[in-house]
């Protein structure tokens, strides 16, 4: 709506003066309230980036070129959690913490350069009022069901209180599905779930990303907690990933039209799941060339989905529609990725407790991945 009303330029840029106004505050911070404090606004500025840059896209790139377009948007998502370990692990032990934020200051001085510079100023010529009941209802729904999931299994807070901050998001949206079909403009319009493609897109999307959201949390772990390694040396490991990904940039759209879309992504789902599957078998005496290559090739077919699935939401929706589903994608997204989050966390918890307690072990993962693998 946002997009539609002020401009996709205007909301872009605004939404990296936020993000990059959030990381200084997070950088000056001293104390883990003021962190969380300032990660909410640097949440505020980020969640609006996805869903604006990807209607950009789908609105310039020909239908003809969606395959490829997608390859390219879905890369930086994919690489994001697999660079930003070494990364983030280098600033942390040969510099300081601050600057894990602080080094988001040139990139966001830089970013709203570019969005100047490159992006339309496009803008819909009338967009209805603003659903602010539906507003309400859906960001607390999936503001409570996110963080609940989040801190499920994770020792945050008592069992009573996770369980009364998920029933109250899934109040708030059982609450909004009733509004949203009274009002003529919902916010989050689930009458884009009669589109086929775009309902196989986001609920088999939602089932995959689950495995998506657990790795970056499980694996980091595993290689710290499990087997002693440095974040930096852990980082290095897991940005292999990012190479697959980077490596199916140029063949995601000759297998979708050799294979066809359902193929591929039948396929390619059950492959991406035993590669997830295969993380289990890691051990401390596991050769990291063994390691790297599991990760290089399960980041290529994890890849292919991820492209598959964007592609294939999008390919039925109307240009006059195709903000409401970018956005609804994005909820979607955010939301199994949580729930990836959650189940890994769950999962890794119950097998420490079934063993007696303690700190967490390399055999506690094992179970863990494979759990995520069968769901994903």
Known sequence: WAADRFGARRVFRAAIIVF???????????SLAAIVTFRIVQGLGGAMMTPVGRLVLLRTAPRHELVRAMAYLTIPALMGPMIG???GGFIATYFHWRYIFWINVPIGALGVMLVTRFIPDMREEWTPPLDIAGAILSGVGLSCLVFGFTIAGRGFAPAPVVVLIVALGAGALFAYMRHAKRTPYP???????KIPTFRAAVFGGFVFRIGLGATPFLLPLLLQAGFGLSAYEAGLLT???????????TT???ILRIFSFRRVLIVNALISAGFLAFNAAFSAATPHLVIMGVLLVGGFFRSLEFTALNAIAYADVDQDAMSRATSFASVAQQ????????????????TRALRGGGALQAADFAPAFIVVALIS
């Open 20 to 30: 990059t106004f959030g990381s200084i505050l997070c950088g000056l911070s001293n």
């Open 85 to 87: 370990p070494p990364i």
């Open 187 to 193: 916010i989050v319009d689930l009458d884009l779930l």
């Open 252 to 254: 995601a759209q000759p």
């Open 239 to 249: 940005f292999v990933s990012a190479a697959g990904a980077m490596a199916m940039k």
């Open 335 to 350: 939301l199994s990725l949580s729930t990836g989050v959650a189940i890994g966390a769950a999962a890794l918890e119950a």
